[in-house]
């Protein structure tokens, strides 16, 4: 059984809007026996820092402070905070020798106008959500691995609404519900996908807290690409996984990261920057 873990983050690009206006869906999909590799590799790391590894990894580690004060962990916060990099790093060396493959969706939003932003939210969202999934149904169609499972971060009943609806019309019509996209690789039903998506709690599930790095590392992957910054210790933990992207290295663009809108400057300036700065 093939399952893929899944995360989202936004963030702000280069054309002055007020509010984030770039959406980020992705995630890494793995069988059964591969993802019994990844827990182990996780908890191995966490218990050098805590024998019982009954703690969390996030991308935005300060985001648990409040998590490790309830829990009467503060002096394992601190020491994890200040070695991020390091258990990051091992974290993204070990699960290079996993079978994994990484998809993700990047969308930019079509205004600078923060109304326009809000009001245009919910179908921006999704987009980048039914793009990733289209994306894994085609992965999906590749490997034909039997049944076919979503593991996603548990959203608010807004977005988790949206979701399922996006999943449901997936899975019976292979179309997208409010515009008028059908998938390429057909209706989920008929490629093993389980009839629902299932959600979980990133806290609680060591494989959501990877798929979370996975994210805010690809995050730091499209702000460099846009030239926000020089350079990001995302790029260098996605090196170290870079041929896990489907079609890399070659197709990595469409296969394994879908970007949106096409035929625009944001998508010349990802699609050409992505690559070189993965596999240069």
């Known amino acids: 059984m093939l399952r893929w873990y899944a995360d989202n983050s936004e963030l702000r690009g280069i054309w002055d809007a007020p509010i984030p206006d770039i959406l980020i869906y992705g995630g890494y999909a793995v069988e059964d026996t591969a993802a019994a590799d990844i827990h182990s590799i996780i908890k191995r790391i966490k218990s050098g ?26 002096g394992l916060y601190n020491t994890l905070l200040a070695e991020t990099q390091q258990w990051r790093t091992d974290l993204f060396r070990f699960i290079s020798d996993v079978d994994i493959k990484l998809i993700a969706s990047i969308i930019k939003c079509h205004s600078r106008e923060r109304n326009i932003l809000l009001d245009t939210r919910e179908t921006v969202t999704r987009f980048v959500f039914s793009n990733a999934l289209m994306r894994i149904g085609l992965l ?34 292979g179309t997208t519900a409010h515009y008028p996209q059908g998938y390429f690789c057909g209706a989920l039903k008929d490629l093993g996908f389980a009839d629902s998506l299932l959600f979980s709690c990133t806290i609680e599930s060591s494989l959501l807290q990877f798929s979370d790095l996975v994210v805010g590392a690809l995050r730091e992957l499209a702000d460099v690409a846009l030239g926000r910054r020089e350079d990001a210790l995302g790029i260098s933990l996605l090196r170290l996984i870079r041929d896990k992207f489907r079609g890399a290295p070659e197709d990595i663009i469409g296969r394994g990261i879908s970007i949106a809108p096409p035929r625009s400057e944001f998508y010349s300036i990802m699609a050409s920057r992505i690559p070189s700065l993965l596999f240069s």
């Not at 593991?151 to 019509?173: C, H, I, K, M, S």
């Open 49 to 74: 820092y805590r024998p019982e590894a009954d703690f969390p990894f996030k991308w935005n580690f300060r985001d648990l402070s409040d998590y490790y004060h309830e829990h009467q962990l503060d």
């Open 140 to 173: 999906a169609q590749d490997t034909s691995p039997g049944r076919v499972e979503l593991v996603l971060d548990w959203p608010g009943d807004e977005q988790r609404n949206l979701f399922n609806e996006e999943y449901r019309t997936a899975y019976y019509l």
